[in-house]
């Protein structure tokens, strides 16, 4: 519960939102721009028109019920959105409110994360089952990549009808061709978003508790742990709804935040993607690109206009501290501080490229 009001508060749609579960029939849709001080910070030295941050598509779901795998309410339609989507925001209602009922009638963040996990599972199951009668029919021919093919799904099914997530099975790089094609839903990396009351937007509570203790209990991502943030929904509309910056500033210092929280989610959004920015500064404009982590120089370029992949020549390349410490291009170049960069060149986060191309 939750979940409509914090994407209005992140995204430039607007939807309906009541004190009821599943308030929305559809998924809508938005663009939210990914916070970033470090543009408005590059316009002290670099004075421009505009300044453009990055941005992300985000996608409201209706809330699932158990039984949306078998299509229960419209359950069949969401789980193809969701199927869609590069990552998932799951928020879990942890507070208490006799005003508003839970669907299931009781507050369980740890039951709500199991019934979503389970729906998702039950339809991964169905899509592995469904290959895999395909591939048995040529596999009998005798072809040997069908035969891996099924072996490697045998390794999904085992795993999903033992209630686990497929990102939680570790399969190697060449095996990870024969379930691609299915956009598994389990497969997705997914953020927990604990919507708390007021009060335990800082601290927690019980319910969060619960949940960072099952988090932790189950066979978590490979190396990695899943994320887990904790805010207040209701808050965070009241903070978006002021447009004074100053009337803002004061009403997160009284709550005690240094920043909306939806600003952390964003960003811890944009990373789980395994996107990075980097920066083009001039007089007409200040902007921020996405690209995803381990891009090359012409697929940074390519992100600008497909012309300047196209015509690549080089990257002319500075570092973000170089630029704000030094004050200039011209302090940059005089310190040896930019760099002349070819199509090999791995873009890092915040560099600042100016790209030489021809057409």
Not at 50 to 76: F, M, Q, Y
Not at 328 to 355: F, R, T, W
Request: hydrophobic residues 40%.
């Amino acid at each position: 519960m939750g979940k409509s009001t914090l994407f209005n508060c992140m995204s430039n749609t607007r939807v309906e939102t009541s004190s009821f579960a599943f308030t929305s029939s559809k998924s809508n849709m938005g663009m939210v721009n990914v916070p970033d001080p470090r543009l408005y910070h590059l316009e002290k030295f670099q004075k421009t028109e505009k300044i453009i941050p990055a941005t992300v598509e985000i996608v409201d779901i209706p809330g699932l019920t158990r039984g949306a795998s078998h299509g229960e309410g419209v359950g069949n339609k969401f789980l193809s959105d969701i199927r869609n989507t590069d990552a998932l925001i799951h928020v879990l209602r942890c507070f208490d409110d006799e005003q508003l009922p839970h669907i299931d009638g009781s507050v369980d963040p740890v039951r709500d994360i199991e019934t979503i996990n389970l729906e998702l599972q039950v339809k991964d199951l169905e899509s592995v089952e469904k290959k895999m009668e395909r591939l048995a029919k040529v596999a009998k021919s005798g072809d040997k990549d069908a035969r891996r093919g099924l072996e490697v799904l045998e390794l999904h099914k085992a795993h999903l009808e033992d209630f686990q997530n497929v990102r939680t099975l570790e399969v190697g790089e060449t095996d990870r061709k024969h379930v691609e094609d299915l956009f598994l839903l389990t497969s997705k990396p997914v953020m927990y978003v604990c919507n708390v009351e007021d009060e335990a937007a800082i601290t927690g509570n019980a319910y969060v508790e619960r949940v960072k203790e099952y988090l932790a209990s189950e066979a978590g991502e490979p190396g990695e742990q899943p994320r887990i943030l904790v805010l207040a929904a209701r808050l965070e509309s009241e903070i978006a709804e002021l447009e004074d910056e100053a009337d803002r500033k004061e009403f997160l210092a009284d709550a005690g935040l240094e920043e909306p929280g939806v600003n952390k989610l964003i960003r811890s959004a944009y990373s789980m993607l395994n996107l990075i920015s980097f920066f083009t500064i001039g007089p007409k404009e200040i902007r921020a690109w996405t690209i995803r982590r381990g891009a090359l120089a012409p697929e940074a370029a390519g992100a600008i206009h497909s012309d300047l992949q196209r015509g690549f020549i080089r990257a002319e390349v500075m570092k973000y501290e170089d630029f704000v410490s030094l004050g200039s291009e011209q302090a940059c170049k005089d310190k040896g501080k930019l760099a002349v960069e070819g199509k090999n060149y791995v873009v890092e986060e915040a560099d600042i490229l100016h790209i030489r191309f021809n057409v």
